[in-house]
């Protein structure tokens, strides 16, 4: 089977996004059984990441760790709830656990000028002037959908831990796309997974990244939720499933240069992010102290740096097709 080539020229298209989310409870590599006819993977990398030996902790990291056709913008939409020193939307309050302030409101920018893309969020954080092919909607992709236009192209991107029924979202997505039409889901997965046994499972990092994903599965809207891509699809009707998996280092510990550059944007979005991540996952659902989880993440931000730590995140990118008709 080769690549997955996306309809052109697509007429319109759903961009699904929220920035910087933490992710059903199944955990990377559980999807189930698939008809090898129906699903191609790439796997994880086999092979380890070379660490670099020479790598040296950025001091830099985690500054900035503490600064995040369906609904109108009535008033209660506008509001937020804040907590902890940061802004959550109070919109479905409590759906969705990670921050909204201008930390995580950055868009990705339109330059497919010949495609109408619909932007749906939970809060009103969308920037003013935005291209004249480019509309958002204040909604609740958990409810049900009520746009009349079919879709050719769907992107989920970073929506783990947001979702409580994914079959039903993929159901939803698979309903209303065009013959056809293709979806793709790009989203990490929690807890961290190392190779070489550098990521202690007594250290405060790995116990930040399990306790992050055990309290969002107390709130029924786990991280893990990306290992059951897949099998999702599948039972939703979508064919040409392909997954690929990728290797995301914590730091700038590995040797390759390209995995050294993803390492330090993903340092830097942990940097920026960590807190907003966790402290309401911490608080509110294991009921941790304001106090108690800024004095862990101290501990958390040090190893995160520390490049004898071979930490990294596992992202899933999925996409499969909604069967064209005859």
């Not at 993803?262 to 979005?269: H, K, N, P, W």
């Amino acid at each position: 089977m080769g690549d997955v080539k996306t309809p052109t020229p697509p007429a319109e298209v759903a961009a699904s996004s929220a920035e910087n989310a933490g992710q059903t409870s199944a955990s990377p590599g559980s999807a189930g059984p698939v008809s090898p006819k129906s699903v191609e993977s790439t796997g994880l990398p086999q092979e380890a990441l070379v660490a670099d030996e020479n790598a040296t902790v950025d001091e830099s990291f985690g500054l900035d760790g503490n600064a995040s056709s369906s609904a109108s913008l009535s008033s209660s939409i506008l509001k937020y709830r804040h907590e902890n020193g940061r802004r959550y939307h109070a919109f479905k309050d409590g759906a969705y656990l990670l921050p909204n302030d201008d930390v995580e409101a950055e868009r990705m920018a339109d330059d497919n000028p010949h495609v109408k893309v619909i932007g749906v969020d939970l809060s009103p954080i969308q920037p003013v002037f935005i291209p004249p092919n480019l509309e958002f909607f204040v909604d609740d992709l958990e409810s049900s959908w009520t746009y009349t236009n079919p879709f050719d192209f769907i992107y989920v991107r970073n929506l783990t831990g947001s979702i409580s029924d994914w079959l039903k979202f993929y159901r939803q997505s698979f309903e209303h796309l065009a013959p056809g039409g293709f979806i793709e889901i790009a989203d990490a997965c929690l807890p961290l997974a190392c190779d070489d046994d550098t990521l202690d499972q007594d250290s405060a990092l790995y116990k930040w990244s399990k306790l992050t994903a055990d309290a969002a599965a107390q709130f029924g809207r786990p991280l893990r939720s990306a290992g059951a891509v897949v099998s999702e699809l599948s039972a939703a009707g979508f064919t040409d499933i392909q997954q690929h998996l990728f290797k995301w280092p914590t730091n700038t510990w590995p040797k390759d240069p390209k995995m050294k550059e993803i390492g330090a944007l993903t340092a830097e979005d942990f940097g920026r992010n960590i807190y907003g991540i966790s402290v309401a996952l911490f608080t509110r659902a294991l009921g941790w102290t304001l106090e108690e989880f800024e004095i862990f993440l101290v501990q958390v931000r040090k190893q995160m740096r520390d490049p004898k730590i071979h930490a990294y995140l596992p992202f899933y990118v999925v996409y499969g097709r909604k069967p064209a008709e005859n």
